[in-house]
């Protein structure tokens, strides 16, 4: 799995990394805003784990730039105010599956992510190849028919309106 933890402590994203890096997952740690939604933009993740606020800012609109530039994104929200913004944050963005507060044991955390993303990243690598797949058959086909139409014989009228196939 490949996660990116968007958190202003660093001990606490330390603790993760290191929790999630053992179990073999691709860890990315981003500790502002900017550096999350510049990451989000550049790479491709399966996780966003992300408290509800860093450095005093809403991280609500990165959660939401995660969701748009990546759709099969699970997000896993981990928070202090866990209790007080859970109904809000369900109904604002639709790739949060789980709210969680900051006392959640990290082996709990760790076990609850890979839960909620099995399977994700080999669905989303089979779609990307089905769609390569039948993008190529398509490709083939519409090249077929264009050289068929473009090249129409020695047998074909020379006004040039009709299509043969």
């Known amino acids: 799995m490949r996660l990116l933890i968007m958190h202003g402590d660093i001990e606490t994203t330390t603790r993760w990394q290191a929790a999630f890096g053992a179990r073999g997952h691709h860890v990315r740690r981003a500790r502002s805003i900017d550096s999350a939604e510049q990451q989000l933009r550049e790479d491709r993740f399966d996780l966003l784990l ?9 991280c609500l609109s990165t959660a939401l730039l ?10 896993v929200l981990v928070s202090a105010r866990a209790p007080t913004i859970q109904g809000d ?3 604002r963005l639709a ?5 969680l507060g900051t ?8 076990a609850i992510c890979e839960e909620l993303t099995k399977g994700t990243a080999l669905q989303h690598r ?3 190849k089905r769609k390569r797949f039948e993008g190529g058959s398509r ?5 077929a028919l264009y050289c068929r139409r473009s090249d129409p014989g020695p047998d074909a009228p020379k006004n040039g309106r009709e299509l043969y196939v």
């Open 139 to 143: 490709l083939v086909a519409l090249e």
């Open 66 to 75: 995660a969701q748009f530039h990546q759709p099969h994104i699970v997000s």
């Open 89 to 91: 944050m369900f109904a």
């Open 126 to 128: 089979d779609k990307s």
């Open 50 to 58: 992300f408290d509800f606020l860093v450095d005093g800012h809403s």
């Open 95 to 99: 790739s949060l599956r789980c709210v």
């Open 103 to 110: 006392e959640t044991p990290v082996s709990d955390l760790v």
